[in-house]
């Protein structure tokens, strides 16, 4: 009986565990042609990572990137983009662009907490692109790390959770009596 005791103990820290991580198991790579021009105007696209292989399980989402092919064709000096992820803030968004000489081409950046959450949502991303200059836009790759399904804590984890919980209380009050 002391032994079976020892054994639900220890069963249920490994079952906590195993809902709390978070270790990547998958990646899903949505690409958007965008292929725009921009000439102090703004662009506004969205990633859906809904379409894609894996099926994105909304909640899953745990890092990721975004890059744009961004590219100046060097006609003056200096040209500008602001890259707004969601909303303006300081959240995934940034700047592209040289104040002198042509730009580097290319931006990427980490997906931070504002972009994680959103994708988490709805599996949808909105970007969008205001120049500062005329410059042009290819594809844009939005990269999602996801987590497996099974360490995402919810109503089934849960569920075993409160079973094991519950399974301790047996065997302790077994013991006592
Ligand atoms: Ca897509
Ligand atoms: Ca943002
Ligand atoms: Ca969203
Ligand atoms: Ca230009």
Redo the contacts with the bound molecule.
Sequence with gaps: MFKQLIKSVIAVPALVLTCASAVQAGQIIDVEDVDQAISWSTLEYQHNINDEFPVFVPGTAISGSLSIDISDDGDRWGEGAVIVV?NLDFDTGGTWGAIWGSATPGWVNDLEIEAIA??N??????VSISGLGDFYVGSSTLTVNTADVASVPEPGSLALLALGLIAVGVSRRSIQH
Excluded: I, T
């Design positions: 969601e959103s994708l949502v709805d599996g949808f991303l909105n």
